[in-house]
């Protein structure tokens, strides 16, 4: 079973379809959406009429569900799950889950109401609560490394500022992708792992 956080920023891309009829057919996996232009309104907003962190925050979460409905909407066989309850009943189904985040994140006053914790951080967050050993992360760039630390994905805005804090916390394996891709998720999700880069967290 993976966990599997598909970038805000493939909105628009060329394989968008692709990518989700893949994610249809398989039922190993659980979909995080990201923020994509939803969040950037977010951004706009608050720089416009300065509302605090924990706002944006929520905010935040309900452009995480707007896109995730975006994608439901797009392809038959995914399916909105809210809850954990949800999510187990639709993948008993045969269905993959699509995660609208606001319910579960926000019953956790463990999380930090920031943008310093975005979707990638929320999708170890939820590996870690239902047992899941494996993310992947799904980016608009390219990654040509076998590894890469959080460091570095940090230093290069690839990943929140929490992203290294999550992994330590939860016993969770991180990969990532780029959008080009898409052909080889089969043979990943099946730990074939040559298209993928690891994320190796940083010594302290």
């Not at 923020?35 to 929520?58: I, M, W, Y």
């Not at 309900?62 to 639709?90: F, H, N």
């Not at 967050?125 to 590894?147: H, M, N, Y």
């Not at 890469?148 to 929490?162: C, F, I, Q």
Request: charged content about 20%; overall charge negative; aromatic content about 8%.
């Amino acid at each position: 079973m993976w966990v599997v956080k598909f970038g805000g920023s493939l909105f628009n891309a060329d394989n968008l379809r692709e990518w989700l009829a893949l994610f249809a057919d398989n039922r190993s996996l659980i979909v995080v959406p990201g923020g994509g232009p939803f969040a950037d309104q977010v951004r706009l907003s608050q720089n416009q009429f300065g509302f605090d962190e924990a706002t944006a925050h929520c905010m935040a979460l309900l452009a995480m569900e707007q896109y995730g409905r975006m994608l439901c909407g797009l392809q038959p066989g995914l399916q909105v799950a809210t809850t954990q309850k949800e999510i187990e009943a639709s993948l008993e189904r045969g269905i993959t889950p699509v995660w609208m985040p606001t319910s579960m994140v926000m019953a956790d006053p463990e999380i930090e109401q920031s943008w310093r914790v975005t979707s990638d951080s929320l999708a170890v967050w939820l590996a870690g609560q239902l047992g899941i050993e494996r993310v992947l992360l799904v980016k608009s760039i390219t990654f040509d490394k076998p590894s890469l630390s959080t460091k570095m994905l940090k230093e290069h805005d690839v990943v929140d500022d929490r992203f290294e804090h999550y992994l330590r916390m939860n016993p969770v394996e991180a990969w990532m992708v780029g959008q080009e891709v898409h052909s080889h998720l089969s043979e990943l999700l099946n730990n074939q792992y040559e298209y993928a880069t690891r994320v190796v967290i940083s010594k302290p």
